[in-house]
């Protein structure tokens, strides 16, 4: 009975199927008086074979488990009443999870150590349908887990996880200087297209665009691709040089073209050692980029806009709630300075068109986010657009 209770107190405290797994091995040697213990997992087929997930001890020359090919030994049936094998001085207990045999328990003696009887054999079932719940119920706290922090449409980490690793990562840049990198990504004409085709086909441009993130993502070594919510996603790049990760958002703003619904992406890249000024929260680099994003929508560029000064003082820019310091409460607000005017310019430096294809007021943009030149090499005159139909502003800053 103590065994039972140490192997179910230690499978209850276990995280993973292999840490309950190792948890189980080393208590089902011991109370069995065995030389060998291991926890074994079929492979898929009425023939599968049984590969060590956990072990304990040595097993005997002529064991089964002695070799470093997988076992092949009287494979179960898929069924959950295989019976426990007994087998001289090894015995073998079916490990059912959801009505299937997921593995075994499987213990051995040495050739000079008493042969397993019946009592050892029922002992070992036992242990065995403990170890079963255990692993049951690891399985089942990491699908929590996985629900937690994933978005269920995309499959890519959702704005729990996104948060979560922005903290550490910018706990990291603190600490040891570590270089941080967001990317934020809004998904163009997903309204559109679910007006006008349903929103079934908008799921498939969610989900599409989330596999081009991904594949771009899986350039940059131990990024992570997040939805932040609708059409909104993002890449968090840790340990990653600020330039590559532009360069990889360049690419992204690419390949979403190539997707054939929507209309592209616009896209905002921050960095902590980029030129939009420190970096020392979280929700500051997140802001930063969300700034750079929302411009790079509001001048409908083809290209990433990268965090510079112009970028840091939209982000800065006095909100709803009053000003807004760059590392204060109302800062940390992403959406503070939505719907205010942004100064019109096409890509490079060119004038930006209004609604109606007008010249674009104040400095042009370039892709840094940098004051660019107007139409003449100078400043543009004409009145500005705002972000996808909203009214923009006039030459003397007020809206139209």
């Known amino acids: 009975m103590t065994a039972v209770v140490g192997i179910a107190q230690a499978v209850a405290a276990a995280h993973t199927p292999l840490d309950a797994a190792r948890s189980s091995v080393e208590r089902a040697l011991t109370a069995l008086d065995a030389a060998f213990a291991t926890v074994a997992v ?14 304990s001890g040595t097993p005997p020359p002529d064991d089964p488990y002695s070799g470093h090919a997988v076992p092949l030994i009287d494979p179960y049936p898929q069924q959950s009443g295989a019976a426990v094998r007994r087998r001289g001085r090894a015995v073998a207990a079916p490990i059912v999870l959801h009505g299937r045999v ?8 040495g050739a000079a150590d008493p042969v397993f009887g019946q009592a050892d054999a029922d002992f070992a079932a036992v242990l065995a349908a403990v170890v079963a719940a255990g692993i049951a119920q690891t399985e089942r706290l990491e699908e929590a ?13 959702n704005r729990r996880a996104v948060d979560a690793r922005l903290e550490e990562a910018l706990q990291r840049h603190r600490n040891e200087g570590t270089a941080v990198s967001l990317v934020v990504c809004d998904l163009n004409g997903l309204k559109r297209v679910n007006d006008s085709l349903g929103h079934e086909v908008g799921d498939r441009l969610l989900v599409g665009f989330g596999s081009v993130l991904s594949l771009c993502a899986a350039t940059l070594a131990g990024s992570l691709a997040g939805r932040l919510g609708g059409d909104e996603f993002c890449l968090v790049a840790e340990g990653v040089d600020a330039a590559r990760v532009e360069a990889t958002a360049e690419l992204l703003c690419e390949r979403a073209r190539w997707l054939g619904l929507g209309d592209g992406v616009a896209v905002g890249v921050a960095s902590t050692d980029g030129g ?125």
């Open 102 to 109: 997921w593995g075994e328990l499987y213990v051995a003696r």
């Open 276 to 400: 939009a000024g420190p970096v020392r929260s979280a929700r500051r680099l997140l802001r930063l980029a969300d700034a750079a994003q929302y411009r790079a929508k509001a001048e409908r560029s083809a290209r990433p806009v990268v965090a510079g000064r112009a970028v840091a003082e939209l982000a800065d820019a006095t909100g709803p709630a009053g000003p807004a310091g760059p590392e204060g409460a109302d800062a940390a607000e992403r959406r503070s300075f939505r719907g205010r005017p942004v100064p019109g310019a096409g890509r490079d430096g060119e004038p930006g068109a209004g609604p109606g294809g007008e010249s674009g007021a104040g400095p042009g943009v370039g892709r840094d986010g940098e004051p660019g030149a107007g139409a003449g090499g100078g400043p543009g005159e004409g009145p500005g657009a705002g972000p996808e139909g909203e009214t923009g502003a006039g030459p003397d800053g007020g809206p139209r």
């Open 145 to 157: 887990r996985r629900l937690a922090f994933t978005d269920p449409l995309t499959g890519l980490a």
């Open 42 to 55: 079929r492979g898929d087929g009425e023939r599968g074979g049984l590969t060590p997930l956990a072990s």
